[in-house]
């Protein structure tokens, strides 16, 4: 079992920047990948980041967020984050903390983040 806490949403203006943050807990050792989603308004629930969990970690970003969006994972604290630059309207939804662990997804509760023009 994994949990997962995200911190970090709110309100921004576009250009202006957030750091998400993802407190994790429980079967550590079996995290194979973990990442951020996205829920916009109306849409699916697509990828932005993930990052593997072994070694220095190996990132895929959506096409939609590279050279703004940076995930970074902290071994040490537990956490993994991402941080969020020149933000645009359309990154707003619901941004979920996800693992792949022990052959099965773990979801957190999500956070919202609204960027207004």
């Known amino acids: 079992q994994v949990q997962l806490v995200e911190s970090g949403g709110g309100l921004v203006q576009a250009g202006g920047s957030l750091r998400l943050s993802c407190a994790v807990s429980?079967?550590?050792?079996?995290?194979?990948?973990m990442g951020w989603y996205r829920r916009a308004p109306g849409k699916q629930r697509e990828s932005v980041v993930t990052i593997t969990g072994a070694g220095a970690g190996r990132t895929n970003y959506a096409d939609s967020v590279k050279g703004r969006f940076t995930i970074s994972r902290d071994n040490a604290k537990n956490t993994v984050d991402l941080q969020m630059n020149s933000l645009k309207p359309e990154d707003t939804g619901v941004y979920y903390c996800y693992s792949y662990a022990g052959w099965r997804d773990y979801w957190g509760q999500g956070t919202q983040v609204t960027v207004s023009p």
């Open positions: 429980g079967s550590i050792l079996d995290i194979h990948l």
